[in-house]
């Protein structure tokens, strides 16, 4: 008897800590949902208005029908879709060379690859700047997306990498007994068997490419193109004390998306996570 | 030429045609020739540019330019150079100590909680991540909402209740603003270090957990016999990777402080977009860039140690 009562009593310690972690964690993210709903008294209001009791929902409505919000979130689905779809397209084949192939240099090429996802974008995006500007190439999604794609694609391939190295090579060798080709062996045998690592690398760099700032910061200048990091910014600094729920409200609105996303694919999204920390 | 001559020139070259492109395909370049070609152009290039740049007086645009040192000269000498290496330190040094200590306990919390089957750990799991998954720029607006120094701001009312009587100036006073900055980093950063640490109790061996319980040993030297040492090795390597993230952050501190008051947040990321985008110092700016370059690099070159060390121990 006095064991269960030990273990009930560490249980609600964990239960507390558990509370203590969600509510230091959701509590801005309520914060500015509570501000966004709020009209200007309630936002000057002191003490201040955690539940207000009339919730204006109208402020969204304003902020959609006023700012570029909706252009920024098209924006950034595009860039996003576009970005995974490429890296998706470079990195499966090289990960592939990297795992299945010897040659010279690959040890030198690996650790290139990796000492470029740890560069900082801001070190890239100044000579591209200069670069970009020289061959009118600024506030152009071409070289902007191929600028997501290469900061998309270390992780991508390094992590693919390891996936095609955990498949056991018999899998290769029956396929090309069969008389499958190289490329057919890749796209009809591997890339089925590699579908959870593909959808890990689309998670990982799909949120590494919506969070994406510096960048398009620095290479775009065209309100009509900025993604929602970069519109968002933009929208701050227009805004002022008697605005703040406009700006809460087109912060929730940015988030959401990758909110609902989130909570849906949860499961998978740790799984990703993980395995993508165990391969280093 | 007889029309079968032509012919049989025809296949015999189609045919060198098919097997050259299948002793293409066995050799890795085009597997990852797009790859090296877009990493070249996007990475390689910009980064021989910068240091080239950086030894150069030259301006964001335009050609005229001479080789000089004196960008590095001018930097070091500088009085602010020290101040942005001292507001560097203290929020990479704080930031990564906490969100490594945060992440550790949370990532047992939970791991603990799923094996006696308790409620709530996967949404304690989901809230801890969403922080993970929002763009850093809205981060930092939604600590610039949370740490309004009027009598409506939140945490100042918070702190009221606490017992403080004066409303904390959370961004306009220099220190103040720092702590700020690396408190929402931290925030922003914990789950990053959770996730790698939940993964490394994923592979867990658990009897020996259970064999130590058995000979006897207490739950902190469980802690700190068993699984620091064993998980010893993803500690480092989530060490290094959040090192160089921070090092890295740029938008969070731009939406929250823009560096300021004064610059006392510029952190040197974006103390090297301020040079060269605001006071067009490119040379300055770009040598600044050369600093965080070795430093990533630098930490790059541990990390690779550490995998090679790793893959050659587990190989044994």
């Known amino acids: 008897m006095r064991n269960t009562a030990k273990e009930r009593f560490i249980n609600t310690g964990y239960y507390i800590g558990y509370a203590v972690i969600v509510i230091f964690f959701v509590f801005p993210l309520f914060w500015a949902f509570s501000l966004s709903v709020k009209n200007v008294p309630e936002l000057f209001a002191t003490p201040p208005i955690l539940f207000p009791s009339d919730p204006k929902f109208e402020n969204y409505a304003y902020v959609l029908q006023n700012t570029d919000v909706l252009t920024y979130l098209g924006n950034s689905f595009l860039i996003v879709f576009a970005t995974i779809l490429f890296v998706l397209l470079i990195a499966i084949p090289a990960a592939y060379a990297f795992s299945r192939m010897e040659f010279r240099y690959k040890g030198l090429a690996l650790i290139a690859i990796l000492i470029f996802q740890m560069v900082s974008p801001v070190v890239v995006a100044i000579p591209l700047y200069r670069f970009f500007a020289q061959f009118h190439l600024l506030n152009n999604y071409i070289s902007l997306i191929a600028v997501y794609v290469a900061i998309g694609l270390p992780i991508a391939t390094w992590f693919l990498r390891g996936y095609f190295d955990s498949i056991p090579k018999e899998l290769d060798e029956a396929a090309i007994i069969d008389g499958c080709s190289r490329l057919q062996l890749v796209w009809k045998v591997l890339l089925p068997v590699c579908a959870p690592g593909i959808a890990s690398v689309t998670i990982l760099v799909g949120v590494q490419s919506w969070s994406q700032f510096v960048i398009p910061f620095i290479l775009l200048d065209d309100n009509h193109l900025f993604p929602v990091s970069v519109g968002i910014v933009n929208l701050q600094s227009t805004t002022n004390a008697i605005t703040t729920h406009y700006l809460a409200a087109a912060s929730i609105i940015s988030i959401l998306p990758v909110i609902i996303v989130f909570i849906l694919l949860q499961r998978y999204i740790v799984g990703a996570l993980t395995s993508g920390a165990v391969k280093g | ?316």
């Open chain 2, 1 to 316: 030429m007889t029309d079968a001559r032509v012919d049989e020139v025809k296949t015999s070259s189609k045919a060198q045609k098919r097997s050259f492109i299948q002793v293409l395909g066995n050799t890795p370049i085009p597997w990852i020739l797009p790859l090296a070609l877009i990493l070249i152009c996007i990475f390689l290039y910009p980064i021989i540019e910068i240091v080239r740049l950086s030894f150069t007086n030259a301006s964001l645009v335009g050609d005229d330019y001479s080789y000089t040192l004196s960008s590095y000269t001018s930097l070091f000498t500088s009085p602010g150079f020290i101040k942005m290496l001292w507001v560097t330190g203290f929020f990479v040094g704080f930031s990564v100590l906490f969100q490594m200590a945060f992440g550790f306990v949370i990532a047992l919390m939970i791991d603990q909680g799923t094996k006696r089957n308790l409620v709530g750990t996967v949404v304690t799991r989901t809230a801890v991540l969403s922080a993970w998954a929002i763009p850093g720029v809205i981060i930092g607006i939604i600590w610039s909402l949370l740490y309004s120094e009027t009598e409506s701001g939140i945490l100042n009312y918070f702190l009221s209740l606490a017992g403080v009587t004066n409303p904390v100036a959370f961004l306009s006073d220099p220190i103040n603003a720092l702590i700020s900055v690396t408190v929402a980093n931290v925030w922003r950063g914990t789950a990053f270090s959770m996730i790698f640490v939940y993964a490394g109790l994923q592979t867990f061996p658990n009897d020996v957990i259970e064999a130590a319980k058995i000979d006897g040993a207490g739950a902190f030297q469980r802690l700190f016999k068993v699984i620091i040492p064993i998980l010893k090795p993803i500690i480092l390597v989530n060490l290094i990777v959040i090192t160089v993230e921070t090092f890295n952050t740029f938008d969070m501190v731009m939406a929250l402080t823009g560096g300021g008051p004064g610059r006392s947040t510029e952190v040197i990321a974006l103390s090297i977009y301020n040079q060269i985008f605001n006071n067009f110092h490119l040379g300055e700016g770009a040598a600044a860039a050369v600093l965080l370059l070795v430093i990533n690099i630098a930490l790059t070159v541990v990390y690779f140690r550490f995998l090679e060390k790793g893959s050659k121990e587990g190989r044994a």
